[in-house]
């Protein structure tokens, strides 16, 4: 807890980061780019400049919630066709089953888009932020150069032999950047460097974009790909821009929480929420029972029917997000809910008449609130290194359709469905609270069920965070339901009953349920903070005040 400051991120050195950050006087911004950064040396098994990012922005002063989408696009000269020549004779595990699901496979050269976090966090210390670009990533500048302690958690992810595979792949030779003499991931406690990361964000600070954009990295980042058949250009990194969309909202039993717009899946967690208005969830007795269970994973499915087919860049295509959000919409939704039976064959409506991701947030001490998420996709991303840069390239792509009727179908210069999304609540115009849950799908039901913990149950933020939770782990309305082992069996064994297909996970496959942060702003000004002990992280607090905050 604390009155004048909080950060809460996956990596307690990289909370220690923003945290020294706000007491030098900069805001919840440039500690939200500090920690960016930061995350990017201590966990590239989740993140990195070479990936996308989002963030809400609550302003103190004026009382409003502000956007960036951070997300890049597909090269211009790649098509569904292209794609599928490319793969036509690939024989290599899950390549064509990918394909007949009318997907990019997941690790094709062809599912890297154009890093958009540089720009992001450019764009975002442009609009909202205090310091230089050269002050925020001085920590993560000498973390990488000097070496700090792997955590865990991230030791885990990053030995994982899928990971492990990639980069050291022998066509992949800048993945050795990431291993310890070139040779094996490094073990938790291990010390590890990236002097190639400390270069590249030292070109960032004092260029700007184009430092990464346009120059020695731009130039190394086309050629790795390219060699490896993508279609990127140096034109689609000069090309790329940030956008500001304005923040989407619904008011969830008194408080407001808002999202960013699609292409981000923020929908999916709003349409989820007042689907559960619709049906009464505030009316349930027992939070953890079965029955709540089942309600949340209903609705859920039902808001997975319509986004997974509705979400899409829009500005290539309409996205009907005011209809997919109205009363009624979940009214008519909410009709198809069963308090007995589980529906695995929801059908999307009609509305117009794993993954790996860190997320973080901050506040100071005047009240400014930034919730921020960036990600590689899954994992490393594709693990491909551009060589001298330390940091992998994004597999985004792989979140686009290869079917051409598909609303989120492959086009050139466009921005697949994407899952991360940062979470903000409001209440009464007041900042409520900066909160987030990484992980692929997984991501706006953990908002669904952080938020409804904390506002229809009264939990603290670390509390809402231990709780045990589900995952429909693919995204799709009919999916199989990860459960965490510390439900009772008798809950899981009555949900079973109701026909929902449950997986128990535990250890550290519970990640598939996310991981999350959390500052709960309380009226008298106090922040109370979680950090997700499925992570590495903490919460870190500021005791005094400090000297000016702008």
């Known amino acids: 807890m604390s009155q004048h400051g909080m950060v809460s991120s996956s990596q307690p050195l990289a909370s220690q980061i923003g945290l020294s950050i706000l007491q030098a006087g900069g805001n919840a911004v440039d500690a939200c780019i500090a920690v960016a950064a930061a995350l990017n040396v201590t966990e590239p098994c989740s993140t990195g400049i070479g990936g996308d990012c989002f963030c809400l922005y609550y302003d103190a002063e004026t009382k409003q919630v502000s956007g960036l989408n951070g997300s890049g696009r597909s090269p211009a000269d790649l098509t569904i066709d ?42 975002a210390m442009d609009k909202w932020g205090t310091m230089t670009m050269a002050q925020v990533l001085a920590p993560a500048v ?5 070496g700090f302690p792997v955590h865990t958690v991230a030791a885990h992810w990053w030995g994982e032999p899928g990971a492990m595979s990639l980069l050291t792949d022998s066509k992949n030779p800048g993945g050795a950047a990431f291993l310890i003499d070139g040779k094996r991931a490094p073990k938790a406690g291990e010390l590890m460097r990236n002097p190639d990361l400390a270069q590249t964000f030292r070109k960032l600070a004092a260029h ?25 250009t140096e034109d689609d990194l000069k090309s790329h821009t940030s956008t500001f969309p304005e923040p989407i909202s619904v008011n969830y039993h008194g408080v407001d929480v808002w999202e960013i717009p699609p292409n981000g899946q923020g929908l999916t967690a709003l349409l989820a929420l007042n689907i559960l ?24 499915r039902l808001a997975f029917a319509d986004t997974r087919w509705y979400i899409a860049d829009p500005d290539v295509t309409h996205v009907p997000a005011k209809e997919l959000l109205s009363p009624a919409y979940a009214t008519s939704r909410a009709a198809l809910f ?27 001490s005047a009240g400014n609130a930034c919730s921020f998420i960036n990600s590689n996709y899954h994992g490393f991303g594709t693990g491909v290194v551009p060589v001298g840069c330390g940091f992998t390239l994004q597999n985004r792509g792989a979140g686009f359709s290869l079917l051409p009727s598909h609303p989120n179908k492959l086009e050139p210069r466009k921005r697949p469905y994407h899952t991360i999304i940062p979470g903000l609540a409001t209440k009464n115009g007041e900042l409520y609270c900066p909160f987030s849950v990484m992980g692929g799908f997984m991501q706006p039901q953990g908002h669904v069920q952080v938020i409804v913990g904390m506002v229809d149950y009264g939990l603290d933020p670390q509390t809402a965070l231990d709780c045990a939770r589900f995952c ?7 999916g199989d339901v990860a459960i965490e082992n510390s439900v009772g069996e008798s809950v899981i064994a009555e949900l079973r009953a109701m026909g929902h297909r449950i997986t128990v996970v535990s250890g550290h ?35 005094i005040k400090p000297a000016t905050t702008k």
Not at 97 to 116: E, F, M, Q
Not at 142 to 146: G, N, P, Q, S, V
Not at 277 to 300: N, P, V, W
Request: glycine residues 12%; hydrophobic residues 40%.
């Open 82 to 123: 292209g794609v599928r020549a490319f793969h036509a004779n690939d024989t290599a595990a899950g390549v064509q089953d990918a394909l007949k699901d009318n997907r990019i496979p997941l690790h094709s050269i062809h599912t890297v888009t154009v890093p958009g976090a540089a720009a992001g966090w450019c764009d």
């Open 142 to 146: 000498a973390l990488a150069e000097d």
């Open 208 to 232: 700007g974009k184009a430092g990464f954009y346009e120059g020695e990295v731009a130039s190394a980042i086309v050629s790795t790909a390219r060699k490896l058949g993508s279609k990127l």
């Open 277 to 300: 208005q619709a049906i009464g969830l505030d009316k349930l007795e027992e939070r953890g029972s079965a029955q709540y269970f089942h309600t949340l994973i209903e609705a859920m």
């Open 338 to 364: 069963d308090p007995a039976k589980a529906n695995v064959d929801v059908q999307k409506g009609s509305p117009t008449s794993q993954s790996n991701t860190v997320s973080f947030c901050a506040v100071d």
């Open 472 to 478: 429909i782990a693919s995204g799709e309305s009919g």
């Open 509 to 543: 496959a519970r990640a598939v349920c996310g991981r999350g942060q959390i500052i709960r702003r309380t009226e008298q000004g106090v922040l109370i903070a979680g950090s997700d002990g499925r992570a590495d992280g903490c919460a870190v607090g500021l005791a």
